[in-house]
């Protein structure tokens, strides 16, 4: 299976920044079919912020593609979340997830807590 390291969050003024890394250490993030990021915020459902698949296509939605960045390093095997201009209401849970169509497996990271203070 996949396994999943991940790293980041932390609390951070308004207007601040941070960067969640998802390190795989079993597989190389080019194998696997998608690698994304997703939040849940206090009271509310999961949702994804931004992926990217094993050929490099990135793709956004829910918002914050203007102010977040998913990147990956593959000689490191990490994928990358670069968040600025952070907002209150980008507070909550982050997660990474892998998918593997073929095996039809997902791997969630622990996920991290982000709070952005006023």
């Known amino acids: 299976q996949v396994q999943l390291a991940e790293s980041g969050g932390g609390s951070v003024q308004l207007g601040g920044s941070l960067r969640h890394s998802c390190r795989v250490p079993?597989?190389?993030?080019?194998?696997?079919?998608?690698v994304s990021w997703h939040r849940q915020a206090p009271g509310k459902q999961s949702e994804m912020v931004a992926s990217?698949?094993?050929?490099?296509?990135?793709y956004y939605e829910n918002g914050p593609e203007g102010r977040f960045t998913i990147s990956r390093d593959i000689a490191k095997n990490i994928v990358y979340l670069q968040m600025n201009n952070l907002q209150p209401d980008d507070t909550g849970v982050y997660y990474c997830?892998?998918?593997?169509?073929?095996?039809?497996?997902?791997?969630w990271g622990r996920g991290t807590q982000v709070t952005v203070s006023s």
């Open positions: 997830k892998a998918d593997q169509n073929l095996a039809r497996t997902s791997t």
């Open positions: 079993n597989k190389q993030i080019t194998e696997i079919s998608r």
């Open positions: 990217v698949n094993g050929y490099g296509r990135i």
